[in-house]
Structures are given as C-alpha cells and as structure tokens.
C-alpha cells in the first residue's frame, strides 16, 4: 500500500531529523486508521503518535507532547512536507518556542538551510535563530499601530544584541551579536581550491557575483583563510 510505505518514511526522516534537534530517543509514528465510511478527507484517520523516550509508547501528539517537543516535530514536518511538494515560501511563527541552547543553534540551521531554495519568512525571539537570517526586519507597535522596519547591517548587530542582554547593552553583547551573525557578514568566499607543493589556487567568490581566479605562493589553506578575511574586512 502506497500510503503505508510514505507513512513509513514520513516516521522515519521524522525521527531523524528529531535526533538532530538533540531527541535521538524519541519514536514518531504516522498511524493510519481505515474509517468505517467515507469522510470529508477521505476513508483514513491520520494520527500522529509521539514519546520522547522507549519506555513508553508512542501516544497521540497533542496529549503527551511539551510546547519545545511540539515545536521541533512541527519544525521536521514543515521542512519534510517544503521539500517534497516545492513549497516557494515558507512561514514560521515562534516555531522554535521553548527550545534553547545548542538546540536552538540547530533549529536556526535547519531555517536556514530551507531558506536555499525559497524563501523564508522566520519570527523569533531567540538571537542564536535570528542571527541565521540573511535580511531583518523590527516588529514593533508604535501609537496603537504595527511598524516594520527593515534593518541596516549595523542595526541588525544591535538588535541581536539587544535579545542577548535586554535594554542595557554591553560591549560584549555587541561582540557575541557579531560572533553570532557570523560568515553571514562575510563578503567573499573560496571554491576550487588547489593546494600543492608550488603554492595554492582558488577562485575568490564576491557577494556581487564576481568570481576571480586568484593564485599564490604561500602554502596551506589558513592563507587562504587569512585572504578571505582580510577581504570581509
């Protein structure tokens, strides 16, 4: 049966994506039930079953699941479902609610790699998600009404830091900000790299789209890590 063998797989890259966002215990299962009769969705109840550990087996999702674990299967499902049906935008609105730490580095991984191939609309509050992003924009309400504004390079580093901290901003919520964002400042980049014993090749990569062949004498490739810098720079 066509819908049991995508059933399957929908459970399993589920539970492996859920073992990325640090539930490697967890067990997901897609569990289809004949209905007695036709329905509006067709002659199957769908259900999505969950545990987060092997003691116990897996119960229907809304009953057993915390807002973080909800968070993380919506999030697995949603870029799963993107991928297979060519989604061009995708919408995530506090998806990474109750999630933290490490957990939440690899949630705004995951956000970013959807972002490759459409675009991505991401509402958070948490720096180490937001710093992913390529362009920001500040929500905020101002006289009883809702402003948007989009952010310049300088005011995204402030904002960022500003999730850190709160209103008082100290010099090393500014440095994290900017640790944060990251090679996402970064204005040139290297491909086709060759390293041998008469020095290395590479093509420099510019954000504007130029590509320039650029050959040296030194050897190893932390100088061309030193050249990529000094270029961001």
Known sequence: ??????AQRLSEQTEAMLARLGME????????TPTEEFTPSGVDTITFRF???????????EKVASGGEIS????????????KINMPTLVFDEIDTGISGRIADVTGQIIAELSAGRQVVNITH?????????????????????????????????????????????????????????KKDSDAWAED???SAQGSSFTLCLKDG????????????????NILLACAV
Do not use: W, Y
Request: glycine share 6%.
């Open 1 to 6: 049966d066509l819908q049991c063998c995508a």
């Open 25 to 32: 215990q967890s067990r997901f299962v897609c569990d289809i």
């Open 51 to 61: 545990s987060s550990t092997p003691k116990f087996q897996p119960q229907p999702l």
């Open 72 to 83: 993380r299967v919506m999030l697995c499902l949603k870029a799963l479902v993107a991928d």
């Open 126 to 182: 948490l720096p180490k998600v937001a710093s992913k992003g390529d362009t920001h924009f500040r929500v905020f309400k101002s006289e009883g009404t809702t402003q948007i504004k989009h952010l310049s390079a300088e005011e995204r580093v402030g904002e960022i830091a500003a999730m850190l901290s709160g209103s008082n901003i100290p010099d090393a919520a500014i440095a994290q900000a900017k640790a944060l964002i990251g």
């Open 193 to 195: 790299i060759t390293l």
């Open 210 to 225: 130029a590509r320039i062949p650029c050959q040296t004498r030194l050897l190893g490739a932390h100088n061309i890590s």
